[in-house]
């Protein structure tokens, strides 16, 4: 089946202006995470999706990072103002509890590669 | 705070050279510890779930084990197509947010 697709791929954009980034996850998934890599670096959590509602921002660096998930489907990371240090690679992942298991992998999606010039 | 740390930072093999990729890690408690490969310009691809210490998995050439400190993914005689970073990343127990945190990757390189 087709897995998680993040759209756009890159996105280059000047400082100061609004930039949306979109995630489609699989199929039935329920739970959607974003995180960001830096070069040379490991993803870091920014939210996390159950259903429609965030269940947890703690990882969103500042208030002009916002993400919605309005049909706890698709989700759309939103970036205000932006600044030449929030460019990075935007990933998004994405998982279903298995009945009987208490455990879950996250399948990610191939990413949209920020930079702000 | 959970912490990850990978070791080495990049590792150059000959083609049919074992070895073996560290995973350190600090966590409250482990729901689980996971491995993913990622090769340049694409996101991290599962490779496996680890839950208590003492397990043992394998996928081809590869061998993940777990310890309560550590993970090992061992590498057995390796091909140019297993180039790659390999991430590691724990998933804390308690609570609803099965957030990962990663380490920052061991860059393999394996030569023909």
């Known amino acids: 089946g087709a897995g998680v697709s993040q759209t756009p791929s890159n996105k280059v954009t000047e400082k100061g202006k609004y930039v949306e980034l979109r995630c489609d996850p699989i199929?039935?998934?329920?739970?959607l995470y974003w995180y960001r890599q830096s070069l040379g670096q490991g993803p870091e959590f920014l939210i996390y999706f159950q259903g429609t509602g965030a269940a947890d921002d703690s990882g969103l660096p500042n208030d002009r990072f916002f993400a919605v998930r309005p049909e706890g489907s698709v989700s759309t990371l939103k970036i205000q103002r932006t600044e030449r240090g929030d460019s990075a690679v935007y990933l998004c992942?994405?998982?279903?509890?298995?009945?009987?298991?208490?455990?879950?992998?996250?399948?990610f999606g191939p990413g949209t590669r920020l930079t702000v010039l | 705070e959970d912490q990850v740390t990978q070791s080495p930072e990049a590792l150059r093999l000959q083609e049919g050279e074992s070895s073996s990729l560290n995973c350190s890690y600090t966590?409250?408690?482990?729901?689980?510890l996971f491995w993913y490969r990622q090769d340049p310009g694409k996101g991290p691809e599962f490779l496996f779930t680890l839950y208590s210490a003492g397990e043992e998995k394998e996928k081809e050439r590869l061998k993940a084990t777990l310890t309560k400190k550590e993970s090992f993914l061992h590498i057995t005689a390796p091909k140019p197509e297993d180039s790659a970073t390999y991430l590691c990343?724990?998933?804390?127990?308690?609570?609803?947010?099965?957030?990962?945190?990663f380490g920052k990757g061991t860059l393999l390189t394996v030569n023909p």
């Open positions: 992942a994405s998982s279903q509890r298995l009945l009987g298991t208490p455990y879950n992998e996250q399948f």
């Open positions: 199929s039935g998934h329920t739970a």
């Open positions: 990343a724990v998933q804390a127990s308690g609570g609803s947010n099965y957030k990962l945190t």
């Open positions: 966590v409250s408690g482990l729901r689980g």
